[in-house]
């Protein structure tokens, strides 16, 4: 769906850099979240944000930093990218509301394939 | 905890056969339970959900079914073609202050043999 966009699409950077994964949405949903998907680990949450200025961590957090200023863009900052970190990322979003009822099912981006190293 | 629980972890069938995923959930607030479909160096797509009020739900070839009472709900797909060699992860909705977060299963790697 061209309505979330993640930019850039593959990355490869050294490690101790400062990298920023970007992920921007059109739909105006209420909630976003990051994602990151290696072999034999699923998808495994970073950080999620149920509205502007209001995230929390999910369950790998640790060396990743979000903000969320604006309803549309969620940005994820590896703070000094280690080689750990090399995965694909994916961002969604969710919580369009039609007829009262509020829908719960992601949509993603096309992800962002890092490469530390 | 939140915790989803998806078997097998692989499955192999011929085409035409049907196949069978199944996930088991923890908290029994859960109100909502999609599907995704991954395929090799794609994102993950919706192809169906249900909520919590229905037992089943189908689309053409596919279907979702709910069990509340066991906790635990399964995607079926039926006359299975090669186009549907993906992996498949399911996914529930937690009660409470969620935030619409998911919590997936580890996934299903389908395999359809021509």
């Known amino acids: 769906d061209a309505g979330i966009t993640q930019s850039p699409r593959y990355k490869i950077t050294e490690t101790g850099r400062q990298v920023t994964l970007m992920c921007h949405q059109t739909w105006s949903h209420s909630y976003m979240f990051w994602y990151r998907q290696d072999l034999g680990h699923g998808l495994r949450l970073i950080y999620y944000?149920?509205?502007?200025?209001?995230?929390d961590k999910g369950e790998v957090p640790d060396g990743y930093v979000v903000s969320r200023s604006k309803t549309e863009n969620f940005p994820l900052t590896l703070e000094s990218a280690t080689r750990s970190q090399t995965s694909v990322y994916f961002c969604?979003?969710?919580?369009?509301?039609?007829?009262?009822?509020?829908?719960?099912?992601?949509?993603f981006g096309s992800g962002t394939r890092l490469t530390v190293v | 905890g939140e915790n989803v629980e998806q078997h097998p972890s692989t499955l192999s069938v011929q085409e035409g056969d049907s196949a069978v995923i199944k996930c088991t959930y923890s908290?029994?607030?859960?109100?909502?339970f999609p599907w995704y479909k991954q395929e090799l160096g794609k994102r993950p797509q919706l192809i169906i959900d249900?909520?919590?009020?229905?037992g089943e739900k189908k689309d053409q070839r596919i279907a979702v079914t709910l069990n509340k009472t066991a906790k635990h709900f399964s995607l079926h797909i039926t006359e299975t073609q090669p186009e549907d060699s993906a992996v498949y992860f399911c996914?529930?909705?937690?009660?409470?202050?969620?935030?619409?977060?998911?919590?997936f299963g580890q996934g299903t790697i389908l395999t359809v043999h021509p």
């Open positions: 249900i909520r919590s009020n229905v």
């Open positions: 969604a979003s969710s919580g369009q509301r039609q007829g009262g009822i509020t829908n719960y099912g992601y949509t």
């Open positions: 908290d029994s607030a859960s109100n909502y």
């Open positions: 944000s149920a509205a502007a200025d209001i995230t």
């Open positions: 996914a529930a909705l937690f009660g409470g202050t969620s935030y619409g977060k998911l919590t």
